[in-house]
């Protein structure tokens, strides 16, 4: 099997390097699946994924993604409302164009969606 990189849309741009598609970290962003990892898997054990983009620090050259760590909070992090509001908002909306497409593509081809042994 074939890593197929991104079908999220077809505008983003993506590099391919040897052979695989890359999609822009800012997509996990734009299409709530960062909001939804760090939400059910990372946030409860005090931790946080992000995503920073050059036009956010004009020094950086390329995206990066962070991992921060607060694993000494025993409640673990949380979201401010309105950030967990937008979050939520562009998970739905991504899920409702290409997210349930893409799952029942996937149950389809392979007999499951999420993969329980290697």
């Known amino acids: 099997m074939k890593c197929m990189g991104s079908r999220i849309t077809r505008n983003d741009t993506n590099?391919?390097?040897d052979?695989?598609?890359?999609?822009?970290?800012?997509?996990?962003?734009?299409?709530?699946?960062?909001?939804?990892?760090?939400?059910?898997?990372?946030?409860?054990?005090?931790?946080?994924l992000g995503v920073q983009s050059p036009n956010s620090r004009p020094e950086a050259n390329m995206t990066e993604i962070k991992l921060w760590d607060c694993r000494e909070d025993k409640e673990g992090v949380i979201f401010q409302k309105k950030t967990f509001n937008?979050?939520?908002k562009k998970l739905r909306e991504y899920y409702k164009v290409v997210g349930k497409l893409a799952l029942r593509e996937r149950e389809k081809r392979l007999g499951y969606i999420y993969q329980e042994k290697g």
């Open 19 to 48: 052979g695989i598609k890359y999609a822009d970290p800012q997509l996990l962003i734009k299409f709530g699946l960062l909001y939804e990892i760090n939400r059910t898997i990372l946030h409860p054990l005090g931790l946080a």
């Open 86 to 88: 937008e979050g939520r």
């Open 15 to 17: 590099k391919v390097i």
